[in-house]
């Protein structure tokens, strides 16, 4: 009998620099043709396993690690990390890491080189996977030029082009747009079911089961807490942490009291919600002189709005908020800050207005600790040294990382590292807070729990949130926007603009169970709400 593909045993590792270890005890095997799920909360183990699995631990991650892994029964401790990348290929949560190219042909190309085929086998190889992916009109684009979606995409048409025998997906949905996420997810069950062995880390549980995952890993504290067929995931997993479908979370939350109303941007009660805060009139962009990519945009932020930003991957989203923040100014028309141009104001003074998380925190990330990450904005604002300590601790408490506050930024987990940059936000005490794919590589109760502590801030006069999750727009949006081809498709509340489901289609959104309960039960509730609250109707 062969051996399988994988097999991991007692497998345990502690990092040089942490106390606690990361993953304990973990032993399995997985199977020729097999898509294992592995969820669990952000910072449980997930990828610190995927980094043992794929070498990066012990050759580039430094720490004691003990246990085994076997490639198709061979112990893998010995080997260089080219032959490892020939046998498993690995598309990281963050795709900034990942890609060294400047163009997504010689990306893509890049581990098919360093195996030394013929260049005509390269080229075949490199078009076969970009069509896979649907992605062959990014072939001669520039890199630095994606959005983050479209680049999530190349780093995974690269690991494809080296026709690995098993594919391990760290969070490969979190920066997708959810039709291109539903588009890789059947790209992953049409590769099992050719005989390749897939483990996928993924916190959007209830998007992986749609290709029914052979089986599911539940991680907690670093250890196996279940490993079985989706039908008993439901009775070991906390529906709190791990995002459910929106029935079988109410079902469960039948059980436990409603949940607290939260008050939502006290901040801008009784300041008038009719004044503008930022105001974008007849906005055009285009990174090229050539090439327009904002079109005609018009619309204004106003006190008490908490906006969704949706729409497909590559339409522009990011780049509208960035004239928002400074960062980009209009190659036509204006954007206005508190009534001034921001060609007149500096990114530091608009800062003090409006905080941006940026979609990758490795973007932003850089002090020796996560305490001095979240002083750094304050400091540069003039706020007291008394006042500065007591915004990071607050901050620290509302992305539930005040255990983190020595740990180095860069050290922990993505899921963490995300948290850590919205707290550098969110410690500046700014008016207005921006966030580009808040949830990316966070657990559904990390989110849910930040999410409803940010909204609840009196700092906060206007909240706007780029997201692929519609779910995030349905609980906590007051005001959706649809943004594709670099124009307004769509700006109205929640219930107006998500109930046609035409229009979400058109722009690569795709209905949820959570979406639709909530338009069912519109007509008795008047406003859209959590599962969690819906079970108490």
Excluded at 101 to 116: D, I, P
Excluded at 179 to 198: C, E, K, N, P, W
Aim: with cysteine; hydrophobic share 40%.
């Amino acid at each position: 009998m062969p051996n399988p593909p994988l097999v991991i045993e007692n497998l345990s590792f502690r990092y040089r620099d942490r106390q606690e270890t990361a993953i304990r005890n973990i032993s399995f095997e997985a199977q020729p043709g097999e898509v294992l799920l592995i969820a669990g909360a952000s910072g449980c183990g997930k990828t610190t396993l995927i980094r043992c699995i794929n070498g990066l631990i012990p050759r580039s991650y430094k720490g004691e690690m003990t246990g085994s892994v076997r490639v198709f029964g061979e112990d893998t401790s010995t080997w260089k990390l080219a032959q490892i990348s020939q046998k498993i290929g690995t598309v990281l949560q963050d795709p900034e890491r990942q890609i060294l190219g400047t163009k997504v042909l010689n990306e893509v190309a890049f581990g098919l080189e360093n195996l030394g085929l013929p260049r005509d086998e390269i080229l075949e190889r490199v078009d076969e996977a970009l069509r896979l992916l649907k992605i062959f009109h990014l072939r001669e684009r520039e890199t630095f030029t994606l959005s983050g979606g479209e680049k999530q995409k190349v780093a995974l048409a690269g690991v494809l082009a080296m026709r690995p025998s098993i594919l391990l997906l760290d969070e490969p949905l979190a920066s997708l747009d959810p039709a291109s996420a539903l588009d890789a997810l059947d790209t992953a069950r049409f590769l099992a079911d050719q005989g390749m062995t897939i483990l996928m880390v993924e916190h959007r549980v209830e998007d992986v089961l749609r290709i029914q995952p052979e089986r599911v890993m539940f991680m907690s504290g670093g250890e196996i807490r279940y490993l079985g067929s989706l039908s008993g995931l439901s009775k070991v997993v906390n529906y709190r942490e791990v995002k459910l479908r929106a029935e079988e979370i109410v079902e469960r939350a039948r059980q436990d009291p409603p949940p607290a109303e939260i008050r939502i941007l006290p901040g801008a009660a009784g300041k008038g919600e009719s004044e503008a805060l930022v105001k974008f009139e007849d906005v055009a962009f285009g990174y090229e002189s050539d090439v327009e990519v904002l079109h005609g945009i018009n619309l204004e932020i106003r006190r008490g709005d908490v906006i969704a930003v949706l729409g497909p991957n590559g339409a522009g989203k990011t780049t509208f908020v960035k004239h928002a923040i400074g960062l980009l100014k209009p190659k036509r028309g204006r954007v206005l800050v508190n009534g001034r141009d921001t060609r007149e104001s500096s990114v530091a003074q608009i800062a003090s207005t409006l905080g941006y998380v940026f979609q990758s925190p490795s973007h932003m990330l850089f002090a020796p600790t996560v305490r001095e990450e979240l002083s750094f904005g304050p400091k540069n604002l003039r706020h007291s040294e008394e006042q500065i300590e007591q915004e990071v601790k607050e901050a620290l408490r509302i992305v539930n990382l005040s255990d983190k506050e020595q740990d180095p930024p860069l050290a922990l987990s993505f899921g963490q590292q995300k948290r850590v940059s919205i707290a550098a936000i969110l410690a500046m005490q700014s008016r207005i807070l921006v966030m580009d794919e808040p949830t990316a590589g966070q657990d559904y109760q990390n989110y849910m729990n930040f999410m409803d502590s940010i909204l609840q801030l009196p700092s906060f006069e206007a909240i706007l949130f780029i997201t692929h999750d519609v779910d995030l727009a349905v609980i906590y949006a007051n005001r959706v926007l649809i943004v594709n081809d670099g124009r307004l498709i769509a700006d109205g509340k929640p219930q107006d603009v998500l109930r046609d489901f035409d229009q979400l289609k058109a722009n690569r959104l795709v209905p949820t169970s959570l979406l639709a309960l909530n338009l069912e039960h519109f007509p008795a509730t008047g406003r859209f709400m959590k599962a969690e609250a819906l079970a108490h109707i």
